[in-house]
């Protein structure tokens, strides 16, 4: 870990550690920007990044004019837990990838089971707009993350579809550009959910796996 990461990581903790000594709970206000600087003998510009970071992965809320609230710890749970581990190094980040195409493959095999017409109506809407677009050919990761909500929306299982967006949330905080899947990624997906053909659906994802664009 590099050494502002230590540091970023240290604050984090001092302020969770903060939380947990005022007996703050949810709903309470945080210390203000400059207290908690003080507090923490830490640069108001190194807080506030903590702080923003900490809003980012749903721990805490900002209300203008009132200010920082402790969000419902018990549904970030699993958010902390990941926090912790991203924040280490660059091998953490590619695991944090390929935990999200594992359990993107189990909701494929699951939405290949379930899928409604309803839902695959919704993915052929989704292409349709795309395909009416001046830039019909270029598929960006907000619509990727948006395509496979769709999917892991129609398992109806909610927690797997919590898993599944925090994870991609994450990804999609840490590598905010991606190589771009094509047009035949997303219309054979849909052709392989209509049949019910999880190996065709899984083949696809590994086939066209985001990887990081070239700098």
């Known amino acids: 870990m590099t050494t ?10 001092k302020i969770k550690a903060i939380i947990y000594n005022d007996g703050l709970q949810t709903g309470d206000k945080l210390p ?21 970071s900490m809003e ?3 721990l805490i809320e900002t209300r203008r004019g009132e200010g920082t609230f402790i969000a419902n710890a018990r549904d970030h749970r699993l958010v902390e837990v990941i926090a912790s581990f991203i924040l280490k190094d660059t091998k953490s980040k590619e695991d944090l990838l390929e935990t999200r195409k594992l359990i993107e493959k189990d909701i494929l095999r699951v939405a290949c089971e379930r ?11 989704m292409m349709e707009h795309k395909d009416n677009s001046s830039d019909r050919d270029i598929f960006s990761t907000e619509f990727d993350t948006a395509f496979f909500r769709v999917i892991v929306s129609s398992t109806h299982n909610h927690l ?5 967006a925090e994870l991609a949330d994450y990804h999609q905080t840490i590598w905010h550009q991606l190589t771009f899947r094509p047009t035949d990624y997303y219309e054979g997906m849909i052709h ?24």
């Open 115 to 125: 899928i409604s017409d309803e839902y695959i109506d919704r993915l052929r809407t």
């Open 4 to 13: 502002q990461g230590k540091v970023y990581q240290n604050i984090l903790q």
């Open 160 to 164: 797997l579809m919590r898993l599944w």
């Open 192 to 215: 392989a959910l209509v049949s019910r053909n999880q190996e065709a659906a899984i083949n696809l994802l590994d086939k066209y796996e985001m990887k990081k664009t070239e700098e």
């Open 32 to 52: 203000s920007e400059r207290e908690l600087s003080d507090r923490l003998n830490a640069g108001r510009s190194s807080i506030r990044e903590a702080l923003r």
């Open 56 to 58: 980012m992965l749903g």
